[in-house]
Structures are given as C-alpha cells and as structure tokens.
C-alpha cells in the first residue's frame, strides 16, 4: 500500500482524498481497509511526538454542500426520515459535491432536486472540516434566495417532504431533538452573518 494516500483514487469517479496538506507528524503507513465506492475507511500509523506510534483511523466522505434557503421570511427546511439514527429530522436541504462543482453550484442543485425551488443566487458563508477526529470530510454552508419553483427530481433513497418555518422561529425549530450538526451549524452561521 502506497504511504501517499493523495495518489490513491478514493471515490469511483476518479477524485482522490481530501487532504489539507502535509503531515506535521510523521506518517509510517497509510491503509485503506473498507472502499464501497462512496467513502473509503482506513487508518495512517503516526509517529507521535513522544516516539511512539499509532493507528489513527478514518472515514473519508464526498464534500457535502447545506443549504439555507429563504423566501418571503421563511427557511426552508426538509423533513426526512434517516435510518442510521433511526428518526425522523427537520434539514436543511443538503448532499454530495459532484466533481468539478462549486459549493454554490451544487447548493443550488440539491435545493431544486430536494425542494423543488431553484434560488436565483447563492452565497458561500464557510467551508469546514467535520468530525475530524474520525471524519475527512469537508462541508460548505450556501445561502440561497429569489426561489423560484421547478420540477424536484429525487433520488432513489430520498424521500423527503418541503416545510417552511417562519426565519424568527427556525432556529428554536431546529434545536428541538431529534436534530443535527449541520442544520444548526447552517442557521447560526447565516444568522451571524445577517442573513436570519
């Protein structure tokens, strides 16, 4: 196994890992263990500061793009049922970064195909890293307005239901449990930037 995991293909389309650049401590040997084809696990065996060595493990996912759409003073949410935690949420609108396209671009799809409104423009307001103790997996945060409706167009595995909440009440609406990282995360960063 090659110890340079960016020479590695990681997905099926050819990209290879997310990686924010080199290493500060020394990487012995990088293995992947589990690829399905739409995220790749394994572990790098660091050498740490004192000497000694580890296996530090990780889950590499696609980029993810989440949107916070507003129109006529209401957030548009997605409610949907998710088996790996076994609830039903309310969203933001979200999913994969497809090769080549931009936060925005791919915000302004997933809100279309989820929503059935495409936004006439969008906003980057942060790109982070998420979980990174076991995750590599970079998200953006798109604001969207001026929707204008459009034909939705699911996926296989989606099936999820639109709902609006008034902009003063979508951040209370979201922290009542079951909710998520990246719903609240969304909310608080567009209304600190003023867009809530």
């Known amino acids: 196994m090659s110890d ?38 394994g572990y790098d065996r660091v050498e740490q500061p004192d000497g000694t060595e580890k296996k530090y493990y990780w889950a590499e996912l696609s980029p993810a793009t989440v949107v916070i759409a507003v129109a006529d003073d209401r957030v548009l949410f997605v409610e949907q049922y998710r088996p790996t935690v076994r609830n039903t949420q309310l969203e933001l609108p979200a999913g994969i ?3 080549g396209e931009s936060y925005t671009a791919a915000g302004a799809r997933e809100l279309a195909e989820e929503t059935g409104f495409a936004p006439s423009s969008t906003a980057l307001l942060q790109e982070v890293w998420c979980s990174t103790g076991v995750l590599r997996h970079k998200r953006g945060y798109v604001f969207a307005e001026g929707l204008e409706p459009v034909d939705v ?18 951040l209370d609406v979201a922290r009542e449990p079951p909710t998520n990282d990246a719903t609240l995360e969304g909310l608080l960063l567009a209304k600190e930037e003023g867009y809530l």
């Open 153 to 170: 167009d699911h996926d296989s595995n989606e099936f999820l239901v639109p709902r609006t909440v008034p902009v003063d009440e979508a």
């Open 97 to 99: 970064v497809e090769p």
């Open 4 to 41: 340079d995991l960016s020479e590695l293909p990681a997905f099926d389309d050819g990209r290879t890992h997310s990686l924010p650049g080199e290493p500060e401590w020394p990487v012995r040997e990088v293995t992947v263990e589990y690829d399905p084809g739409w995220f790749v696990g």
